[in-house]
């Protein structure tokens, strides 16, 4: 259960007004481009289908938001048996879309569309982020084999702190990131790390390099996105302003460079670049990823649903910031390990982790 209380609240509200049965459409759309960018990438589809597609309420949920006592009897035995009934229309993923025109539609009864809300701008968000590394990877290969990549980190809002020290960090703090502006679960992985993890562990299946040719380095400024080392140890970088607008409109124009509406770079105005080794004591998420794409198999799955379910139990408030990581390393500690694996065994990982994060 990944959602807001207003979301909840709202929806208790329709029920108890007679609404249950009252069906309505909804548009998703978003009023300015990125950064005043020209355009953006319609992405997430497949994320908010699979979501909806195994929303439900357990008993442990229901019996948490009861303990809430904001919630009526009536609602809260409606949500035990909820299932998702309507349908949704969508753009093609990839597609480029534009401001104020609808990219999908809702089309369910309305406290169905209601309880939906937030995962879909989360995940419609958080995927068009997904590409940017990976985009500047290849730019900076330039098509030539190589040996070493390098992923940089901006270090999230705890740069520089130590894990006791995290122990007590909010929500509000956790998402204040520094250089960023992103959706909430994207920005908990910066501040705990995991997103570097994931993106190594994403690397090493897009670029078939081991696990150890592929370094993290945390870089406060987020002008060097991405690094390749060669054969001859010449190291070549992509630099550029944090600006989404440059990977996605890179991804369009592939190999073509075109003009771009976005600002230009001055070294002489950055005129310090920083590199730092990560601190894999403060932020153990880097060590669990680093597990995991060592061990390959279910291990991926396990990690990414574990941390997918541990951070929305810290946005709801139900754990502190330093238990996702912890809850993450239970996952991958009880869940049996399988080697050799099929979409199925995938899956089976991904929904273990989850329930066991959960219970």
Not at 98 to 116: H, S
Request: aromatic share 10%; glycine share 6%; hydrophobic share 45%.
């Amino acid at each position: 259960m990944v959602m807001d209380m207003y979301e909840l609240t709202m929806s208790n509200g329709y029920l108890n007004q007679g609404f249950k049965d009252t069906w309505v459409v909804f548009d998703v759309f978003y009023r300015n481009n990125p950064d005043n960018g020209g355009f953006a990438i319609f992405a997430g589809l497949q994320q908010v289908v699979e979501y909806i597609e195994n929303l439900h309420f357990s008993e442990e949920d229901v019996e948490y938001l009861r303990s809430k006592r904001l919630f009526t009897e009536e609602f809260l035995k409606y949500l035990l048996h909820f299932r998702f009934r309507g349908d949704i229309y969508a753009m093609k993923e990839g597609t480029v879309m534009y401001p104020n025109e609808p990219v999908m539609t809702v089309v369910a009864p309305l406290i169905d569309a209601q309880l939906i809300e937030t995962t879909i701008l989360l995940e419609i968000n958080h995927q068009s982020l997904i590409a940017t590394k990976t985009s500047r990877i290849v730019q900076a290969a330039n098509g030539n084999p190589v040996s070493k990549i390098l992923l940089t980190a901006s270090g999230g809002p705890f740069f520089g702190k130590k894990f006791e020290e995290m122990r007590g960090m909010t929500r509000e703090q956790a998402l204040a990131h520094p250089n960023w502006s992103m959706g909430a679960k994207i920005t908990i992985d910066s501040a705990t790390m995991m997103n570097k993890g994931l993106e190594l562990i994403e690397a090493m299946w897009l670029y078939d390099l081991p696990p150890e040719d592929i370094e993290i380095v945390v870089h406060r400024e987020s002008i060097v996105h991405s690094a390749v080392e060669f054969a001859d140890g010449a190291v070549i970088a992509q630099l550029g302003l944090p600006d989404m607008r440059l990977p996605i409109q890179l991804a369009l124009t592939w190999p073509e460079r075109v003009p771009c509406k976005v600002p230009r770079m001055s070294l002489a105005e950055v005129a310090k670049l920083t590199f730092f080794a990560p601190d894999y004591e403060a932020f153990p998420a880097l060590n669990l990823a680093k597990q995991a794409a060592a061990l390959k198999g279910d291990r991926g799955a396990v990690l990414n649903g574990a941390n997918e379910a541990a951070v929305g139990l810290f946005l709801d408030g139900r754990i502190g910031f330093t238990e996702i990581a912890e809850r993450v390393s239970h996952a991958l500690d009880s869940i049996p390990y399988r080697k050799d694996i099929t979409l199925d065994d995938v899956l089976a990982a991904d929904r273990a982790a989850r329930e066991l994060v959960l219970g």
